[in-house]
């Protein structure tokens, strides 16, 4: 039995990461900031802390009276990277698995673009053995057109730009693997859905999963820039989401036999995932 310390426990990943270790057998430290907001499977130790002041993590880490854990599953949510928390996991664990994103690989010299790479970086030199999993975009993320398919018509931009995005739980289930089985350190694994669909049919398919008709309605992208911007407020972030959208139209978003190759079955679709998301749809 391994056990883990899972970083994020009720993120959206996170909270499939514990769930996938529990049905495993492996022991579960969750970190929290608040345990009182936070719905764990029975059996899972919940313990208390903050990103934003590592040495908050080291009763997580070392456990007192409950002993140390062998591996630590760290997604980081956004904030200011905080090297301390990369160094105190290195102290206490001999295996860290690391949500990323699909970033291209640093030189140690090179400035980060993004802070998957900051991390990425930190943890490469820090000494446990790692894995990366660089996931494309969660399949979570269509929750986003929720308001507007209960209007029956989805106004977005890009209908024709071919994604992959993947089930949180597929995520999971590769982080699970890296952490409880030998073979993948070092590895740097991106994951993603098992086959591109158009944004216009990823609408089509939660209309059927629900049972009602919800419409594509193609938005220009300068009225997607406004739009986006009001309702992200980082308008770096919308341009290159718009920069990437207009190229899947050209050229799909990659597809991955990740999940296949390191679970030994296929990846889940996205219809799998509308199904068992249907109810926040409604
Ligand atoms: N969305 C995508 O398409 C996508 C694609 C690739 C990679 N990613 C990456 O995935 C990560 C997000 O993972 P997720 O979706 O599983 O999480 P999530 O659903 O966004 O949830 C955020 C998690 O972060 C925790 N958290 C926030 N601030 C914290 C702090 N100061 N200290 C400790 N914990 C804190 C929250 O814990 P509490 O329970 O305490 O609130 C919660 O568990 C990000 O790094 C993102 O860049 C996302």
Known sequence: MTKVLVIGANGSVGRH???????????VRALVRNRAGSALPAGVEVVEGDLTAPESLTAALD?????????????????PVQPRVVELIA??????????????????????????????????????????????DFAGNALGWADQVRT???????GRARRSLVHERDI?????????????????????GPESLA????????GEELGTEVRWEELAPEAAREQLTAAWGNAAFVESRLRAWESFTREPERVT????????????SFRSWVREHADDFR
């Open 199 to 206: 944004h216009a049919e990823l609408v089509r398919i939660i």
């Open 91 to 136: 102290e206490h664990a001999e295996r860290v698995v690391y949500l990323s994103t699909d970033v291209p690989d640093l030189a140690d010299d090179e400035p980060a673009v993004i802070f998957h790479q900051e991390i990425e970086r930190l943890i490469r030199h820090s000494g446990p053995a790692w894995t990366f999993v660089r996931a494309i």
């Open 63 to 79: 456990g007192g009276v409950d002993g140390g854990v062998d591996g630590v599953y760290l997604m980081w949510p956004g904030i």
């Open 172 to 192: 999971a289930d590769v982080a699970v693997r890296a952490l409880t089985e030998d073979g993948h350190d070092g590895r740097k694994y991106l994951v993603t």
């Open 257 to 268: 036999d990740t999940v296949e190759q390191v679970l030994g079955r296929p990846a889940r």
């Open 152 to 158: 029956g018509v989805v106004r977005w931009p890009y």
């Open 17 to 27: 990461v514990v769930a996938s270790l529990v049905e495993g057998g492996h022991g």
